[in-house]
């Protein structure tokens, strides 16, 4: 009677234990755990370049971020080029 006991206290155990386990997959979707913070990391890196603003070529009316604008007084230009030529 003892050795049920203690069988059953183990398969509780391993329960416990599985339930642990489970949950963030689970909660993450039937794909898995790695897919989903691979996700979360695109999200990540798609809030940053949404985030970063767009500006508009006084010249082409080509929309880049503003990082990578040349700006020539107030306006900004998509190349050296575009700013030379205005
Ligand atoms: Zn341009």
């Known amino acids: 009677m003892r050795i049920l006991f ?3 206290l183990l398969v509780l155990i391993i329960l416990a234990l599985k339930k642990k386990m489970q949950p963030p997959r689970a909660g993450s979707g039937s794909s898995g ?3 989903n913070s ?3 990391e695109n999200a990540g890196s798609r809030n940053t370049e949404s985030a970063e ?3 508009c070529c006084a ?3 080509i ?3 503003a990082s990578e604008a040349v700006q020539r007084g107030e306006q900004v230009y ?3 080029e575009h700013a030379d030529l205005a």
Do not use: F, I, R
């Open 33 to 35: 755990y790695p897919g």
């Open 38 to 40: 691979a996700d979360s």
């Open 78 to 80: 998509c190349s050296k």
């Open 6 to 8: 203690w069988l059953g």
């Open 53 to 55: 603003t767009m500006v």
């Open 59 to 61: 010249h082409c009316q």
């Open 63 to 65: 929309y880049l971020p």
